[in-house]
């Protein structure tokens, strides 16, 4: 059965690492989102995100969209489909409202893998170290994005605290594996 591993959690927790490593370790691919944000230097145009002005975002369909700060972002159901014909197990990085949408959807098909770290202090570090511009880290870490999980998701969430990258390897390789299985 095709399934979707939905990877949220707060900026820095380590939701691309680990996308990335999906892919490299489990050839596990990431389904591509839009956003209008500027790319960053080490991100890939097409591959980190279809990178988007506003008036190229509003002619998209989507299957779900969302706002942070002053960029939008959002997820198609073809994009979805395309990643799938690849592989029967892909992944995709939404927040929690994108969540939301999916488990409504198809929540069957859905494995939800909420990834944190254990303190802001790390996660507002590991921002800087990715060069990151601190008023930007304040703006993101001071959001809803570190809120607790929705009482609603709770049951659905698999929580995956990577503080460890070694540990965070471990467990992934489990869930890979349970997933596949
Ligand atoms: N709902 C939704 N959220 C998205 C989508 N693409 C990215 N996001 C979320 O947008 C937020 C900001 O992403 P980004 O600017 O890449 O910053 P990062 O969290 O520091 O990597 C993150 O919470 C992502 O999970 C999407 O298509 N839909
Ligand atoms: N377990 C970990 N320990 C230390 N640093 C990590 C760990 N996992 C990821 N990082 C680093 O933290 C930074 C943010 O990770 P990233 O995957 O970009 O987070 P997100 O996509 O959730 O914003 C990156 O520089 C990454 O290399």
Redo the contacts with the bound molecule.
């Keep these: 059965m095709r399934k979707l591993i939905l990877?949220a959690?707060?900026?820095?927790?380590?939701?691309?690492?680990?996308?990335?490593y999906l892919l490299e370790k489990f050839c596990i691919p990431r389904v591509v989102t839009h956003t209008t944000r500027p790319k960053r230097p080490e991100e890939i145009v097409n591959q980190s995100y279809h990178f988007e002005t506003n008036t190229s975002f509003e002619k998209l369909h989507f299957f779900e969209h969302t706002r942070y700060g002053s960029y939008q972002y959002g997820s198609s159901r073809e994009a979805l489909d395309k990643a799938w014909e690849k592989s029967e197990l892909v992944s995709l990085?939404v927040d929690i409202s994108g969540v939301e949408a999916y488990i409504n959807a198809i929540r069957g098909q859905v494995y939800f893998l909420y990834?944190t770290?254990s303190t802001k202090k790390?996660?507002q570090q590991?921002?800087l170290?990715?060069g990151d511009n601190l008023a930007k880290i304040k703006e993101r870490l001071s959001g809803s994005e570190l809120n607790p999980l929705p009482q609603n998701l709770q049951k659905d969430a698999h929580i995956l605290v990577?503080?460890?990258?070694i540990?965070?390897e471990r467990r992934l390789t489990a869930i890979i594996r349970h997933l596949q299985g």
């Excluded at 707060?10 to 680990?18: Q, V």
């Excluded at 990577?162 to 990258?165: E, L, Q, S």
């Design positions: 990877i959690g707060p900026s820095g927790a380590g939701k691309t690492t680990i996308s990335e990085i990834v770290a790390e996660l590991r921002l170290r990715r990577n503080d460890n990258w540990e965070t």
